[in-house]
């Protein structure tokens, strides 16, 4: 699989994450890294999730950069040439999903140039980064998520506000329209996050349409079809230094003793 990573740099630290992180990290720029199939979406990310579960790190990918994420992707990272020393990786700390909930960072593209890290449950720990930008226009799972976080805040434990955006149209397509995801979370008959086997249903079906029946509604590619515009976004948010190509070698999982 190969992912575009999309560097979301740390605006300002929730509580619990700058309690930890107090002076550990040097002057390195802190970067939540994503890992997206859908560069050209970036547009419409209204915030990003974590498992709450799941343990992140703060891996120092040379003098200047750190990025957040799973240690098995920092793994695989240190083995693609992202990291200053090749097959070396450098933890700077260790933190927990729930600590960095309620973190504000740069989404790249977004027209919310800042969001905020908000918690999913179905975030695998063995796929991508373990972090997940969010775009409820175009993705089943993060609308379904969000609107789950909307109606019960205090259950999730997040400040309502940190769930405010509404969601951007990127694209339309002739059976969607507009708002791909929303579309189809309504005639699945879909209530939460928890409906997962229909929430797989729907992402395959906005795959598809998505890619190869939609067109840009916004952004510097307007117009044009998203088959056309997406490694155009992704080139160039990697040439900006936004972004960085990480591929997962398929079917082979690198795993470390939990
Ligand atoms: C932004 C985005 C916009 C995504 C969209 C999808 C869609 P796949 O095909 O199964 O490999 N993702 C990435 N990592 C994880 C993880 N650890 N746990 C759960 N979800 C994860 O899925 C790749 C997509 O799943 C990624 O692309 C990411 O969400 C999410 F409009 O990034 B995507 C119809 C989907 N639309």
């Known amino acids: 699989q190969e992912y575009t990573a999309i560097k979301m740099e740390v605006v300002e630290w929730s509580e619990a994450a700058a309690k930890e992180i107090d002076h550990k990290i040097g002057g390195r720029k802190i970067y ?11 547009y419409g990310q209204t915030n990003c999730f974590v498992g709450t579960t799941l343990k992140y790190g703060i891996f120092a990918a040379n003098e200047h950069e750190a990025y957040v994420c799973t240690y098995r992707a920092a793994r695989n990272m240190a083995f693609q040439g992202i990291f200053e020393v090749r097959g070396q990786v450098h933890q700077v700390l260790e933190l927990e999903g729930s600590q960095i ?13 800042e969001v905020y890290v908000l918690p999913m449950d179905n975030v695998l720990a063995t796929k991508g980064t373990g972090v997940v930008t969010s775009v409820p226009s175009d993705s089943p799972d993060d609308y379904a998520t969000l609107m789950d976080l909307r109606k019960k805040a205090e259950y999730y434990k997040i400040d309502p506000k940190w769930a405010a955006p509404e969601p951007v149209s990127v694209l339309s397509t002739p059976t969607y329209g507009d708002m791909t ?78």
């Open 32 to 42: 939540l890294v994503a890992a997206t199939l859908r560069p050209e979406t970036m």
């Open 101 to 113: 909930v309620g973190t504000k960072i740069k989404a790249p593209l977004s027209v919310y140039p």
């Open 181 to 258: 995801a929303p579309a189809l979370v309504k005639k699945l008959k879909i209530a939460s996050q928890k409906d997962t086997k229909q929430l797989a249903e729907a992402k395959e079906l906005a795959y598809k349409e998505g890619f190869y029946n939609g067109t840009m509604t916004i952004g510097e590619y307007k117009g044009e079809p998203v088959q056309d515009v997406k490694p155009k976004v992704r080139a160039s948010l990697i040439e900006k230094g936004e972004a960085f190509a990480y591929a997962e070698p398929e079917g082979l999982v690198i795993s470390r003793s939990a």
